[in-house]
């Protein structure tokens, strides 16, 4: 199968590509490089550096594809505040001009890469896809949401046939962080292995719904798989609610390692809570995670030398 993905060089593009070449899929990745990287990929892709707003090079890489991922996207949520309409550009126009370009080529396929953080501020979990009304709280929950409006309404529209997924906090080996940017789970690790200090924003109560990048990628590929879904939205996380203070115990217990720690009351954090509601996701996709978080932040430990090096 000739299968096209963009933001292909990022954390989950870069492992979605990858297993698809192992597979034996001609795999084409587009990405412009502003944050992923071409190390991540494997040497048998193809890899153009590019803007998912050029419709040249989109009508040019499109020809014959059997099968679109749509991951390219802005995505730190303190920036789009910032730059919502970065935001807007890249992450909502992006989408509509590969719809375009998919159209124009005759390509019917489409799995989209959206965020458990449309859901925003609720107050029953777990979260489910129709019970649940979208509540973004930031410019890029707003742009993944707008994006899920337009896939589904174009979908219907031009006959394509598209699954959007909802991924909720996704960890794993070469996840990208930051000073700016500082996912929990490699940062928890990489602080307590260097007996740095660990920031809590709040209490640590808060909790998440870490899902492991490979189950991830399980999700994504199952998702192109689904025969001739119509509008079709789908949670993909592992379904435990867990808090903060118990992932900063799971690190500690991992690297032997207790760092300093500081709560910080003052910064916003997101919602309180948030837990994925799978029952969908086993319904239409067979999906079920597989790594637990104990397991799958060991795997990333072991496997991440970033995370492990005193003076990374």
Same mark, same amino acid.
């Given at each position: 199968m000739k299968i096209f993905i963009s933001g292909a060089a990022g954390f989950i593009g870069s492992a979605l590509a990858n297993r698809l070449v192992e597979e034996g899929h001609q795999v084409i990745a587009l990405d412009d490089f502003s944050a992923g990287s071409q190390n991540r990929l494997h040497?048998?892709?193809?890899?153009?550096?590019?803007?998912?707003?050029?419709?040249?090079?989109?009508?040019? @890489?499109?020809?014959?594809?059997?099968?679109? /991922?749509?991951?390219?996207?802005?995505?730190?949520?303190?920036?789009?505040?910032?730059?919502?309409?970065?935001?807007?550009?890249? +992450?909502v126009s992006g989408t509509v001009t590969l719809m375009e370009a998919m159209r124009d080529v005759g390509i019917r396929r489409m799995v989209f890469a959206s965020s458990g953080a449309i859901y925003g501020i609720q107050s029953e979990q777990p979260l489910r896809e129709k019970l +649940? *009304?979208?509540?973004?709280? *930031?410019? /890029?929950?707003? *742009?993944?949401?707008?994006?899920?409006? /337009?896939?589904?309404?174009?979908?219907?529209?031009?006959?394509?046939?598209?699954?959007?997924?909802?991924?909720? +906090?996704?960890?794993?080996? +070469?996840?990208?962080?930051?000073f700016t940017h500082a996912p929990v789970i490699p940062t928890f690790l990489k602080q307590c292995a260097s007996h740095g200090t660990v920031i809590i924003h709040g209490d640590g109560h808060k909790t998440r719904d870490f899902v492991y990048i490979d189950d991830v990628v399980s999700a994504l590929i199952l998702a192109s798989q689904v025969p001739n879904?119509?509008?079709?939205?789908?949670?993909?996380?592992?379904?435990?609610?867990?808090?903060?203070s118990q992932v900063l115990d799971q690190a500690i217990e991992i690297t032997g390692?207790?760092?300093?720690?500081v709560y910080n009351q003052r910064r916003v954090g997101g919602p309180d809570r948030m837990c994925a509601d799978l029952t969908l996701a086993a319904a239409v996709l067979g999906y079920q995670p597989r790594v637990m978080l104990?397991?799958?932040?060991? @795997?990333? /430990?072991?496997?991440?030398?970033?995370l492990r090096a005193q003076n990374a």
């Open positions: 040497p048998d892709l193809e890899v153009v550096q590019g803007s998912i707003n050029d419709r040249e090079i989109l009508w040019k @890489l499109l020809q014959g594809v059997d099968c679109v /991922y749509h991951l390219a996207a802005k995505v730190i949520v303190p920036d789009s505040i910032l730059y919502p309409s970065e935001y807007n550009h890249v +992450n +649940n *009304s979208p509540r973004p709280a *930031s410019p /890029y929950a707003v *742009s993944k949401l707008a994006s899920e409006y /337009y896939i589904n309404t174009i979908g219907r529209l031009w006959g394509l046939e598209a699954v959007c997924l909802r991924i909720f +906090n996704a960890y794993g080996p +070469n996840q990208g962080f930051s879904p119509q509008e079709l939205v789908i949670n993909i996380g592992s379904g435990i609610e867990t808090m903060v390692i207790e760092p300093e720690i104990a397991e799958g932040m060991r @795997l990333t /430990y072991e496997m991440d030398q970033r």
